[in-house]
């Protein structure tokens, strides 16, 4: 069989599945991830001629495929989000990046030193690489499309924590770039340079460029001719040069484009808030977000069939349990305290972090930047935690959700009591 022939029939599946099986399992248990992973797995259990499944080896491809799904899902997340922004209107987000975010980088990374024995450099860059919440694999507890309602306070600080906390866990990343390298004697710790350019440099350029792009692509699409805009049209292609162009002219200035995608499609959304044509946008991004999902996706479940937790030990199990079950719970649940919410709502947003796609990206970019020491023990500990965060996750959000809706129907006022942190 050709192989490349054998990846056309791969990538037409997976499309395919892409727009069939949302629908099929939108009021089934099982979710869009797990099926995919499982297929994945089945697929590369055979002995077909497939694409080469091992991010350790193939760690550019792993690379590159993640980073385009994730600045598309970070678009698809700022067109999607309808809650002003606002200091006191985001100030779940802010509690989670500020507080959850750091006290799990610290505890996975502890975790990563006692528990599988790695050094300081690897255990930070675990701690960096496990802490954000995907945009990517957390569909069923995100906002939905744009103007369409339901912004509830768990789904809303779900969605705008997955949206920033992708590029602010990146310093962290960085962090253990240096230290990795400070290890092996090719450059020594510099932790002014570390705070200047790692932190405030690439997390301020990458807000600042992010803004001011947005604002120009708002113009152009939206002002620059009322005559004939482009917004009168149907054609998401937009969201996709949007994507490209601020991503690229933002990494070329060494800031951190994740950041920048977020808060351009948030200005270009904000802007012109009602416009219909955010609807064609947030289609287009979801469109193209399922399509990478599904190919990424199938890939993992094709890692998992290679062997990637082949060296997977008892403390791995724990390590991973520990991480999806207490450190992110915990962490989350902490970072809420004294804001009014529901308790129900306040475990949601504990719970619900969901690991995914960017922590793959996260490591294959660290990979290529520093030697690491344990490399499989990093891919074998980030495979598992992610394969229990889409089983575990993905088979409770939906009931859990749905109960959360009910439960707001039923005592609005408690509900919107507890919303407004009054």
């Known amino acids: 069989m050709d192989p490349y022939k054998t990846s056309v ?36 259990a055979l002995p077909l001629p497939l694409p080469p499944a091992d991010p350790l080896r193939h760690r550019v491809v792993a690379e590159h495929l993640t980073e385009l799904t994730v600045i598309i899902a970070l678009l698809g997340a700022g067109v999607r989000i309808d809650t002003r922004f606002g200091w006191a209107r985001w100030r779940i987000t802010w509690r989670l990046l500020a507080i959850a975010m750091p006290l799990t980088i610290g505890a996975a990374a502890l975790m990563g030193q006692h528990l599988l024995g790695l050094g300081l450099a690897s255990a930070v860059l675990l701690g960096a690489v496990l802490a954000p919440t995907d945009p990517v694999l957390a569909s069923d507890v995100q906002v939905h499309g744009p103007g369409q309602g339901g912004e509830d306070p768990v789904r809303f600080g779900l969605t705008s924590e997955a949206g920033l906390n992708d590029g602010l866990a990146f310093p962290f990343v960085w962090l253990a770039i240096a230290l990795a390298a400070a290890a092996a004697g090719t450059a020594p710790m510099d932790w002014t340079r570390w705070l200047a350019v790692d932190v405030l440099w690439r997390i301020g350029g990458g807000v600042g460029i992010g803004a001011a792009l947005g604002y120009g692509l708002m113009y152009l699409i939206f002002r620059i001719d009322r005559g004939d805009p482009v ?11 949007i994507t490209l162009l601020v991503y690229g002219v933002t990494e070329l200035f060494h800031a951190y484009g994740f950041i920048a995608v977020f808060v351009a499609a948030l200005v270009i959304r904000q802007g012109e808030h009602r416009h219909p044509y955010h609807e064609s946008l947030n289609l287009f991004a979801e469109q193209c977000e399922r399509l990478l999902t599904a190919l990424v996706l199938i890939l993992f479940g094709g890692a998992l069939a290679e062997g990637i937790l082949g060296d997977v030990r008892w403390q791995h199990v724990v390590f991973a349990l520990g991480i999806v079950l207490v450190v992110r719970p915990l962490s989350g649940w902490l970072s809420l305290a004294g804001l009014g919410l529901r308790k129900a709502d306040r475990a949601a947003l504990s719970v619900y972090g969901v690991r995914g796609i960017g922590s793959f990206y996260y490591l294959a970019f660290a990979a290529g930047m520093a030697e690491f020491a344990g490399l499989p023990t990093l891919w074998g500990a980030v495979a598992l935690v992610v394969l229990l965060s889409v089983l575990l996750h993905g088979l409770s959000a939906k009931h859990v959700m749905s109960w959360l809706d009910r439960t707001r129907a039923r005592w609005p006022r408690r509900a919107r009591v507890a919303d407004d942190g009054t």
Do not use: C, E, M, N
């Not at 727009?19 to 979710?31: D, E, F, G, S």
């Not at 009168?232 to 996709?240: E, H, K, M």
């Open 9 to 44: 029939v791969l990538v037409g599946l997976a499309l395919l599945g892409a727009v069939w099986l949302p629908h099929l399992l939108k009021r089934r248990a099982l979710t869009f991830p797990i099926v995919y992973v499982a297929l994945g797995a089945a697929l590369y």
């Open 231 to 241: 917004a009168t049209s149907s054609d998401g292609l937009t969201a996709l040069a």
